[in-house]
């Protein structure tokens, strides 16, 4: 089955739920196109973003099917030099606050991608596994002389894994928002984990989401949206606590989340002042969720207006970026290959593609035309401007300008 609407909340189980944003019927955000693809219907699937009512969790109930989605993936972490740098400071922080004093420790790395964090905890001489299900990307991989899983993590892999031996750390960046059955992952990592071992995740932050109209996060991978308010009552039913809460910047907002079993750890004034500001914010209030989806559409028709008075003017118009959330907001924002002419990527595996649903091919940004004084770039990788402005110093010297859709629309 190619998909299915869900009735019941991800983590409470509750099945009272209300409509916050519907974005239309979309095709899946990292399907990109190839040539001979063109001419075929693609397939599009509801995109809705809904509130539970009884423990606010956002997420999304039109489930499409995980194999469908994730089983040959474009998107390389080692693309992308932010993340890289992000990830050489995250594994020095995992080896010094919780592998340096212990004996032999095994890491476990879920959603590995293509081994970019893995390769930089190698370093330390620590032993580690990953567990990919694409299998594009875990052939990546081993390459890279890591051992990888190809499968989908859950319950049963889990205690596979854990019949040979134990994780002293689980590791998971966005993926916990992937995960339909988040019951069964729960379970998993329980399992795997030692008693005194540490389980963190990196997830997109629903109050980033909610204050910045950031809409186009919003796609069919990324089924949940958490608050630290819905996750510490769910952790809680299964003996876990959050002791630790970081910010980060990578994604647009996100918070890198550190569970152990009750009692482990000394729970940090982090955690309270998260869960303060969410109830000072109105993260349990309907009034919050209403206005930010009435910012939405009037952000829509703002950028509308925006390109079709650039269109008129004859310029050249491109997307910078071919992330997953550009084309969320390709599609809702109907920008297809007639009012853009072309999108820029760095990632090899897109290069020479089409973007999903609006038809725009995708080329090496070292290809783009030169008249950069007639160019306007639609900043689709929003959530790296301040490297792109950096980056692309000549264009805009040369008369190029960029247009910043989120959270308002904004020339530079």
Known sequence: MMYKFRKTCRLCSGNDFELILDLGNQPPSNSFLSKNQLKNKMRRFPLRLYICKKCYHLQLLD????????SNYLYLTSANKPIIEHFEKYADSMYNNFLKKRDNPFVVEIGSNDGTLLKKILR???????????????KLSRKSKIKTE???????LAKKISNKEKADLIIANNVLGHIDNLNDFIKGV?????????????????????????FDTIYHEHISYFSVIALSNWFKKYNFEIFDIEKQSVHGGTIRVF???????????????????????????MKTYDKFSRKIEKLKSTLQKRIKKMKDMDLIIFGYGAPAKGNVLLNYCEFDH?????VTDTTILKQGKFTPGTKIPIINPNKKPKNYSKMIGLMLAWNYKNNIIENEKNFLKKGGKFLIPIPSAQII
């Open 150 to 156: 190809n499968n989908f993590f859950n319950y049963n």
């Open 190 to 214: 329980s399992v795997l984990l030692k008693n005194t071992g540490v389980f963190v995740f990196e997830v997109p932050y629903a109050l980033n989401l909610i204050k910045n109209l950031e």
């Open 259 to 285: 569970i152990s079993r009750k009692n482990n750890f000394k729970i940090k004034k982090s955690v309270e002042n998260i869960l303060n500001k969410e109830k000072e914010y109105g993260i349990r209030k």
């Open 124 to 138: 330390y001489k620590i032993k580690v596994l990953g567990v990919e299900p694409a299998k594009n990307l875990a």
């Open 63 to 70: 489930v499409v099917n995980k194999k469908y989605l994730f």
């Open 338 to 342: 007639k009012m853009l002419d072309f």
